[in-house]
């Protein structure tokens, strides 16, 4: 059914009313409407899985992907989270589970992690033009999207923004900065990087010594500083060595050029996200949270997201942490699969 689509996915607008920002995290106060793709340019798809996509304002971006599972099955494009990259081999398990399923699972590297072009100031809304890029070079009409912790609200906002998303699913996803919420209240003190003011010196000199070449020479780095900040259950599941494989390989593809693509991220998530939970509209969207000990979205964000996304099939699992939730993955994709044939897709 999607192997033999030809036409491009709608194009439309991407415009809100929300302020932007500059790269240091302050709001401007002039309003910018988001970008959207240069109508006169088509997405292209190469060989060594580059999209290569030209933006509204003319600049030109490469946006690094890898196709999983079945070719021509029902799409999902997943975002990856923070710091990591799409570009890393999923388990072989995993694999299988896609193709016996019918899924084809695409995930890419946002802008400067790994081989990507950097987009310095962009915002978390951006991430639907990136998306409805990746859509189009392959030849997606109607198609999901998945996103994990830092990578899941670029998800919502491809949900909300792009015509051809049916459905998402988000794991261990973080509110907009506007959320009247207690962020620190059971969170690591890794999250005040995300809520703080720290400016892009302060993080290049803190993210030193996990990436650039330092991840080349040592890719479990980050997987080292990130253990003490997880909570029993999630250092189980990082300690298993398929998992603990899979999380040093995306980690040092996605740091292998510095740590700019990650500090891009942290001013975004904490920056206006510039389009509404709303905007969801009745799109149904799958929120999973593992509520056992998780350090990085504590049970403030599920409960405020459960509330204000429109259609929301909130999943809280007692017996998972941040990274547990990694199993739960398939089983959502099939999901969104079966919901998008009884639409008609």
């Not at 398990?93 to 072009?117: A, K, M, W």
């Not at 253990?227 to 996605?254: C, F, M, Q």
Request: aromatic content about 8%; overall charge negative; proline content about 7%.
């Amino acid at each position: 059914m999607y192997s033999d689509v030809q036409g491009a996915i709608a194009e439309r607008p991407l415009e809100s009313a929300s302020s932007s920002y500059d790269p240091s995290g302050e709001c401007l106060d002039k309003p910018q409407p988001l970008l959207a793709l240069d109508p006169e340019f088509e997405p292209a798809l190469h060989s060594d899985g580059r999209v290569e996509a030209k933006l509204s304002d003319g600049r030109l971006l490469d946006i690094m992907t890898r196709s999983f599972g079945r070719r021509g099955g029902y799409p999902i494009i997943f975002c990856p989270g923070m710091p990591a990259s799409g570009m890393a081999d999923l388990p072989y398990r995993y694999v299988q589970e896609l193709c016996l399923g019918g899924l084809e699972l695409v995930t890419f590297d946002r802008p400067g992690y790994g081989d990507s072009t950097r987009w310095k100031g962009h915002r978390v809304g951006d991430g639907a033009v990136l998306v409805q890029a990746v859509a189009r070079a392959y030849g997606f009409d109607h198609y999901s999207t998945a996103g994990r912790s830092g990578g899941a609200p670029y998800a919502l906002g491809a949900a909300a923004l792009c015509p051809g998303v049916v459905n998402a699913a988000v794991f261990g996803c973080r509110t907009p900065p506007n959320a009247d919420i207690d962020r620190l209240n059971g969170a690591s003190l890794v999250n005040e990087m995300l809520i703080g003011a720290a400016d892009e010196e302060t993080l290049v000199e803190s993210f030193r010594s996990t990436s650039g070449q330092a991840i080349i020479d040592n890719p479990l780095a980050v997987v080292r500083t990130i253990i003490p900040n997880l909570g029993p259950s999630d250092r189980r599941v990082t300690l298993e060595p398929e998992v603990n494989r899979y999380l040093a390989a995306s980690h040092k593809n996605a740091l292998k050029k510095g740590s700019a693509g990650r500090i891009d991220n942290i001013f975004a998530l904490r920056s206006p996200w510039c389009f509404e939970l709303s905007d969801l509209g009745d799109k149904l969207t799958y929120l999973i949270q593992g509520a056992a000990d998780d350090q990085f979205t504590t049970p403030e964000h599920f409960i405020y997201l459960s509330d204000n996304i429109p259609n929301c099939r909130p999943i809280k699992r007692l017996d998972m942490g941040h990274m547990g939730t990694m199993a739960l993955e398939l089983k959502c994709f099939r999901a969104l699969a079966r919901d998008a044939f009884s639409k008609g897709y």
